[in-house]
T-cell receptor, first 116, second 113 residues
Framework: DTGVSQDPRHKITKRGQNVTFRCDPI?????LYWYRQTLGQGPEFLTYFQNEAQLEKSRLLSDRFSAERPKGSFSTLEIQRTEQGDSAMYLC??????????????FGPGTRLTVL | AQSVTQLGSHVSVSEGALVLLRCNYS??????LFWYVQYPNQGLQLLLKYTTGATLVKGINGFEAEFKKSETSFHLTKPSAHMSDAAEYFC???????????FGAGTQVVVTP
């Protein structure tokens, strides 16, 4: 079990550009989560997938943000027309209803986005 | 709605001294409670969790936490701090077995020799 992986680890972009992040969950974890963490704050929930279905979205997920999990395995988070306020660490987590009935989530290392 | 309050954004402890990090929560249903640790530029690692049953839970690296329903608290302790404990610690709550975790703002722990 290699844990949750995220790619890239760092992304620097210019305001107005589009960026896409990828998350590979722990194999056979059917639940996948995206969070955003700004400096000095705790992670804030963005969205949640069970298999390929996106079941919950935060109001933080504006129409510039879109997340997919097309085959119920890896997920992508795209931000269109990036703004400086999008600069943050984007964290992915996964969990399994089989191995944990208590919403125990395992986090990846994160993708740090800097918008210039 | 659920929420988490961590008292103290920064805590400084001497090596070998007690570490005490405070967490209070609000939840309309019996909660699941978690403590995570984050080292610089890394993701979050689960230290311990409370689900049901025993209110004193033990986690990794010598940490433990006690769930006190009457005080709506879930404070994290470690009897003797080690230099490697320097990190940021987050308390989180969930009101169901799936879905989002609600995190506190975090407590940065500094360990001095």
């Amino acid at each position: 079990d290699t844990g949750v992986s995220q790619d890239p680890r760092h992304k620097i972009t210019k305001r107005g550009q589009n960026v896409t992040f990828r998350c590979d969950p722990i194999s056979e974890h059917n639940r996948l989560y995206w969070y955003r963490q700004t400096l000095g704050q705790g992670p804030e929930f963005l969205t949640y997938f069970q298999n390929e279905a996106q079941l919950e979205k935060s109001r933080l997920l504006s129409d510039r943000f879109s997340a997919e999990r097309p085959k119920g395995s890896f997920s992508t988070l795209e931000i269109q027309r990036t703004e400086q306020g999008d600069s943050a660490m984007y964290l992915c987590a996964s969990s399994s209803h089989v191995t944990s009935a208590y919403n125990e989530q395992f986090f990846g290392p994160g993708t740090r986005l800097t918008v210039l | 709605a659920q929420s988490v309050t961590q008292l103290g954004s920064h805590v400084s402890v001497s090596e070998g001294a007690l570490v005490l990090l405070r967490c209070n929560y609000s939840s309309s249903v019996p909660p699941y409670l978690f403590w995570y640790v984050q080292y610089p530029n890394q993701g979050l690692q689960l230290l311990l969790k409370y689900t049901t049953g025993a209110t004193l839970v033990k986690g990794i690296n010598g940490f433990e936490a006690e769930f006190k329903k009457s005080e709506t608290s879930f404070h994290l302790t470690k009897p003797s701090a080690h230099m490697s404990d320097a990190a940021e610690y987050f308390c989180a709550v969930s009101d169901r077995s799936w879905g989002k975790l609600q995190f506190g703002a975090g407590t940065q722990v500094v360990v001095t020799p």
